[in-house]
């Protein structure tokens, strides 16, 4: 089995918090909730980081079985495929946002014109090849460009701080307007899902979890840092930028003294992007071949293709659908998969725990 | 007579009366001994003086432990079975037998033309040793055993080529190389159906776990100081016959950014230096792509005044920047491929034709812009930072043009990014492509990118499987 280390699963956990969430995601929730998105995403960071806690636990008591064996184990087969199923259009939807908000930028910053099919072939390759050749090739890449990925973030960062910038002005959203943000929000979330499904594929020794947990909290720092930069950049206009990190850039002293600087943050959002696309593809096609095991991993990206190419001509190609649908009905989606999923697991987790002491007592 | 005169018409019969199969019989007083070998393999005064002239001098009794203990004293005699006669002759050994003793007896008097040990070309140093291997195995051999003084250092024979019957020869340090991996490459080598093995990079093929695979799998070097050293890491080395190029295995990509002259100067120099070569290596793949991706995509990053200058040199071209790019890519490349055939003194010429008329010239006639031709020289001078690597990069080189040129950077990227997918999917015998950095091994960065003083490497290398190293 070719496993990976608990230093790359934190860097998948860092690449996909960062996923959905670092363009187009503070300009939404500034329409609802002004800056006080930022407590929004604290909350929201904190529940997503107990499910972090209930993968670490699941993985300790089952730690060489697979994603379906456990559940198979406990919950009978047909329950348990349904389970992996509401991954696997979890997963496919996240493909799809992730895609779309990538399109946007590419599409707003990048190219000014009609992208899209140019993109597709572009990216559809290097993702597919991705999926196909395994878990631990594609983290081995993450690793090598995880410093490069922090590198440019933290320079966007740094350029957007050291512009004219005030504090955000906080506290002045009614707590109404707060669920509201959180529930827009909800879908970019439930990253740590990835990790169930390649749990047998994960290796994390004693005291590792902690280097997971590292990571994730990195990630995070990373997404509220760029929130509170960016509505302190851009206080009441936030809601215009739609690409957080690449507008950090702008308007700033160095960036228009040394020249265009765009070209950090294109290289770091593109990268990001493509990793992102690779880790969901990745969990969506583990789904797929778990649910329809007689097929292979070759006919699930193939698969993919195929419902990527109709829903992008249906949904993407109209970014407004996409975010509306990611605002309004994923959020359900999600609420059913990054939630409630996670509790059932933690539970199991407990069962098994009360099994293995009723074995010992016996 | 007639025993020993049937014996040889047998073995010039076998081979098929060749020119340089060649036979003496000597009469003695007790019946007729005779002699076959192949004139062009062996050492004809040496023949005479140490084989036929003892022989005949010889007074008292002749059989086989007279002549392997008494008569003839030198190294290379032995008693051979009939069956391994024609190999033995095609080794350039004499053959001798008799009709008044059984048996066959061979003398290894072998003489061919060899090359001294010189500096090989491809790997010229500043310090450090200068010697390189040459085509012939014995010399190769004695080269890593002058290095490897111990007793541990093993050399295991295998024949492969039906027609060939080339040696290549395995080469490890018992108890430093993993047994797995010499297992492995021994299973690979016996399984080898070819006609003939005419040089190393024949076997390298068969090694490779992905032989259409456009990146390399398997570490070569014409330097006995290199594989020494990269055996004493744990890796095996294999030379073959008539080679002067010995592969070693496993291999990773970090060992085209080392050389050789990094561990005989100071290692921040040498950290330095790799770094420049990383650099090298990505301005050889990238430079020409992102040139074209910039000016036709992304033209609004350039600075001004550079944009005005692409602006005002690419005016009136008549070709897209893209057709421009590959015409100078091509017209590089020739000059590269013609530089390489022809003789030295033509080469000089054919250079300042390329490099001045073709180049100026088609600055001067508008055909060609001049940031065009800087950015395709910089790249192909920037592919001899890692000259290894030079037919791999020259290949990504124009899928990086293509890329650029249709996609902008987001092709650039994607390209990248999949590209660097596929090097790490590569893990022959079990070691990972783009270690240290992929998996990242924090022991063995001390000889990455940026190297530390000999001294400090205390451990083995942790990258690839070694017995003394840890198991991943």
Redesign the interface.
Known sequence: MKTISARQTGIIVFLTILANKILVLPSILYKNSKADSIFVMLALFFIEFLILLVFLKLKKNYPNQTFLSILQKKLGKIIAKTIIFVFLVFFLFKTMLTYSVLFVYLKDLVYQDEFGFLALICLIPVINHATIIGLRSMSRTFEMFYYLVVVGIVFCLAIAFFTDISTPILFVSPVSSLFASAWQGLFAFGDYLVLFIFIDRITIKKGEAKKVMLFALVGVIFVLAIFTIFYSKYQLTSFMHNNALADLLVFSVQFNAIGRLDIIAMLTIMTLGLFQLEIFLTAFCDCFVMVFSKLSIKYATAVFDILFLVIYLVLIAKYEVMISLATSILPYLAIVASYLLPILFYALSFKHKREVKDEENH | MQKVQKQIEKLKKSFHSTNDFSSRIFVSQKGIVGFVFLKSMIDAQLFSQAVYLPIQKWQGQIDISSLINKILKNNGVEEVAESEIENNILDGKVIIFSDFFEGYISVDITKYPTRTPSEPPTSPVIQGPREGFVEDFKTNMTLLRRRLHTKDLVFSTLIVGEMSQTKVILSYIEGVADKRVIKEIETKIKNIKIDGIVDSYYILSYLQKRPNSLFKQIGNSEKPDVVASKMLEGKVAIIVDNSPIVLTVPFILMEELQSSNDYYTNHHYASLVRFIRMCGLLIAIVAPGFYLALQL??Y????LNFLITIADTTQGLPFTPFLEILFIFLLFQILYEVSLRLPSYLGLATSIVGALILGDTGVKAGLISPPGVIITALSKIALYTVPEQQSQITVLQVLFII?GGS?????I??GF??V???L??LDDYHT?Y?AP????IKEDLQDGLLKRAIGANKNMPRSFPNSKGRER
Do not use: D, E, K, T
């Open positions: 995509f992304h609004n990053i350039l600075p890329l996609l902008g950077i987001l092709g990227v994607s990014v999949y660097v997918n596929y790490n999917s990972p783009m950095y992929a998996p990242r």
